[in-house]
């Protein structure tokens, strides 16, 4: 439930002129694919899109929220996957898109930062970075749309979270709107400050509901001199852990370590065109794995790594990719997992991390649980596995009729959810967040004390509950 009323037409008329020229539209067909999430789970409404293209805009149409209560969704990629960036099905928010705020303010190769709009999409800043000579880390598969914004707000993992950390550790300041139409400029590209409360961190993973992000600073890195990219077969998934760990020792540094299970690999092959097994025999699970390599380091470490493991049993059989397209064919076996069950009919998904030691006994009891509840469903277990991450999504039986699966979500979930949090003190929300899916399921795990320290900032911060109410945590509006 939200604290607004209808937005009447004077309000919508003078946030019209606050988005200045270009900056709204009622195009029901532009605003039709922004209203509806990616893997269509949510379907909301919006009498208006804002799309204003400068932070002052940005600030006068929240000024003009905060006095007409009128709630406000922002939204960048719309590639989230628990309805943060989704308005209410009521109609009763604004859908404020920071896409057109796309600058990259500035790259300072030599101090290792960069300062790019909110708007900035994933992909664009990794070619800022890597036109100064920098890597900028941060890698995953909706990288192609995903905005910075949308990646602060979510606090967003992918790939390289192993070596480089999540976005939390990348970014060392932050400009935001701030619900009351004020601007806060955090912009620092300090990496020390301790002058009080640390204040990006609320904004950080807050999922739009304390603020607006309007521009970053983020951190850089020296780009590696060479990536080896290795795909092996492993017997079980505790083999892959055990790897994991052997890998970390054995030479260069392990900037991703995916696993994937057959079933997955099945999907991938049978309906995303032109991918091949790289490997001949089929094989229970499979890591994928990068390896970086600095300026003078020896080359080889991938291949040597495999020999070394099949000595140790830790894998059956693997190969290295010998060229820039190899890796990427090797990688693209990963990130179709997920779209690849799709056509596998209805899938019930969780982004759950529990210790990494505990990955296997994780697995092997959410599977049998699972297995309880729906004879024949397909537990299809992947993901970033070295940072204790998986996405432990059930496709449906073969045959069944996927609405009757679907409507069994909330049981599956919470029989997976309470193995995640009481048998391996883990959490339900691994990187994709809270947004409308999780609200009521963390109110739930969470501690009463938890809960209230995140009420409390929120009231504190946005007292009228028009950042993007009702989503991360629910709070009773204002009277
Ligand atoms: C194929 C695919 C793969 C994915 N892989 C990963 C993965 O590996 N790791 C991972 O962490 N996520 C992953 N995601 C989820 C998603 O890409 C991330 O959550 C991403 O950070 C969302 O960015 P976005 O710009 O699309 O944000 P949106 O979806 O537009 O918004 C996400 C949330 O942030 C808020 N928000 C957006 N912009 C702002 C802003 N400027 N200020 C304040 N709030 C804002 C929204 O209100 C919403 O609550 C994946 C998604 C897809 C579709």
């Not at 056509?343 to 210790?355: L, Y």
């Not at 309880?372 to 204790?388: E, M, Y």
């Given at each position: ?11 919508l ?43 002052e805009?940005?600030a006068?149409?929240?000024r003009?929220?905060?006095?007409t209560?009128?709630?406000i ?8 996957l ?58 995953l ?9 949308g ?60 603020g ?93 790594l ?17 060229s ?18 799709k ?13 990494l ?8 009891r ?58 391996f ?27 209230d320290?995140?009420?409390?900032i ?22």
């Open positions: 439930m939200t604290s607004v009323t209808p937005i009447s037409p004077q309000t008329g003078r946030l019209k002129s606050a988005a200045g020229i270009g900056g709204w539209s009622e195009d029901t067909a532009e605003i039709a694919p922004l209203v509806a999430e990616w893997r269509g789970k949510y379907q909301g409404r919006t009498p208006l899109l804002l799309k204003p293209d400068s932070v805009a940005i006068a149409v929240v003009i929220c905060a006095e209560r009128t709630a969704v922002p939204q960048g990629g719309n590639t989230g628990v309805g943060g960036q989704t308005p209410s099905a009521q109609g009763d928010e604004i859908l404020l898109s920071l896409r057109r705020l796309n600058r990259v303010r500035n790259v300072d190769a030599l101090g290792n930062t960069m300062t790019l709009d909110a708007g900035v999409i994933l992909a664009d800043a990794q070619t800022a970075a890597n036109d100064a000579d920098r890597l900028f880390p941060l890698s598969a909706s990288e192609g749309s995903a905005t910075i914004g990646l602060i707000s979510t606090n967003a993992g992918g790939t390289g979270v192993l070596a480089y950390g999540n976005t939390r550790e990348l970014a060392l300041g932050l400009e935001v709107v701030l619900p009351d139409g004020r601007v806060w400029h955090g912009l620092s590209g300090l990496r020390k400050d301790n002058t009080g409360y640390d204040l990006k961190q609320f904004f950080i993973g807050a999922e739009g509901t304390l607006i992000v309007t521009a970053a600073t983020l951190k850089l890195f020296a780009r590696p001199a060479a990536i080896e990219t290795a795909f092996a077969a492993v017997p079980t998934v505790q083999a892959a852990v055990e790897l994991l760990s052997f890998a970390q020792t054995h030479g260069g540094t392990v900037t991703a370590f995916e696993l994937i299970p057959r079933i997955g690999l099945d999907f991938v092959l049978r309906h995303v065109p032109g991918t091949r097994d790289p490997l001949g025999a089929a094989h229970p699970w499979y890591v994928l794995i990068d390896i970086s390599l600095k300026a003078g380091e020896a080359t080889g470490v991938a291949a040597d495999l020999v070394e493991a099949a000595n140790k049993r830790l894998i059956l059989d693997g190969v290295v990719a010998q820039e397209a190899q890796a990427r064919a090797l990688w693209k076996l990963r990130d179709e997992v997920s779209g690849a069950q056509p596998e009919g209805g899938s019930i998904k969780h982004d759950v991390s529990v210790p030691s505990a990955i296997p006994a994780f697995i092997e959410a599977g049998a649980a699972v297995a309880k509840l729906v004879p024949g469903a397909r537990p299809v277990p992947f993901g970033h596995i070295g940072d204790g991450n998986i996405h432990f999504n059930i496709s449906q039986p073969t045959g069944v009729d996927t609405q009757t699966f679907l409507a069994r979500w909330y049981e599956v979930s919470r029989a997976v959810h309470d193995i995640v949090v009481h048998d003190n883990g959490s339900i929300s691994a990187e994709h967040g809270v947004g409308q899916m999780k609200v009521d399921e963390i109110a739930h795990y969470k501690s009463s004390e938890a809960i320290t995140m009420r409390a929120k009231q504190a911060l946005d007292p009228l509950n028009i950042m993007n109410p009702g989503k991360v945590v629910r709070v009773r509006p204002p009277v």
